[in-house]
T-cell receptor, first 114, second 114 residues
Framework: AQSVTQLGSHVSVSEGALVLLRCNYS??????LFWYVQYPNQGLQLLLK??????LVKGINGFEAEFKKSETSFHLTKPSAHMSDAAEYFC????????????FGAGTRLFVKA | ETGVTQSPTHLIKTRGQQVTLRCSSQ?????VSWYQQALGQGPQFIFQ???????GRGNFPPRFSGLQFPNYSSELNVNALELDDSALYLC?????????????FGPGTRLTVL
């Protein structure tokens, strides 16, 4: 069965500091993993995805994530936070064995302080 | 290229009523997925349609039903509305019906059940 755990419902960083948002997953088959960003009153925008190619995935807006099978983790990082990064971030896992299934984490709200 | 559009933007219904939400997929896409996002939570997968057939379903009761039309637009129908159905309903389109596909989300329909 799939599950996604995002550690920390709220993360606060200073502008220019490292951003680290944590995601752990479980899946009975090799997973597809995603990070999405959601700004207030908007839909979700894909930041990056892992589909069994390179374990270090680079996305938009300077974000990247590393797939670690041994740790069942897919943490999102950005070297230097910008005020415009303040938003809600969701990790998701999908599979398509016996039909499409996807689970989203509960989300992490990122605050960026000036 | 037209993105994913949803209608209506907002909707207010009373308990027991029925509602239909609509989604137009992005040009060239043949797959539509529907999600329910309650306030402060991550999206929950309702179901996916791939080339007019249901391709996967989450843990939602049968009163949540859907359709996909030959032009790949889609409808989500909810019967016998309950207060807990109040949420943002998101649709996402993609091509292929597979777990690793990139999904493009619409802005959502905000449903309030009184």
């Amino acid at each position: 069965a799939q599950s996604v755990t995002q550690l920390g419902s709220h993360v606060s960083v200073s502008e220019g500091a490292l951003v680290l948002l944590r995601c752990n997953y479980s899946s009975s088959v090799p997973p597809y993993l995603f990070w999405y960003v959601q700004y207030p009153n908007q839909g979700l925008q894909l930041l990056l995805k892992y589909t069994s190619a390179a374990t270090l995935v680079k996305g938009i807006n300077g974000f990247e994530a590393e797939f670690k099978k041994s740790e069942t983790s897919f943490h999102l990082t950005k070297p230097s936070a910008h005020m415009s990064d303040a938003a809600e971030y969701f990790c998701a896992v999908s599979e398509d064995t016996g039909g499409f299934k996807t689970i989203f984490g509960a989300g992490t709200r990122l605050f960026v302080k000036a | 290229e037209t993105g994913v559009t949803q209608s209506p933007t907002h909707l207010i219904k009373t308990r027991g009523q029925q509602v239909t939400l609509r989604c137009s997929s992005q040009s060239g896409h043949n797959t539509v997925s529907w999600y329910q996002q309650a306030l402060g939570q991550g999206p929950q997968f309702i179901f996916q349609y791939y080339r007019e057939e249901e391709n996967g379903r989450g843990n939602f009761p049968p009163r949540f039903s859907g359709l996909q039309f030959p032009n790949y637009s889609s409808e989500l129908n909810v019967n016998a509305l309950e207060l807990d159905d109040s949420a943002l309903y998101l649709c996402a389109s993609s091509f292929g019906g597979l777990g690793g596909d990139t999904q493009y989300f619409g802005p959502g329909t905000r449903l309030t059940v009184l």
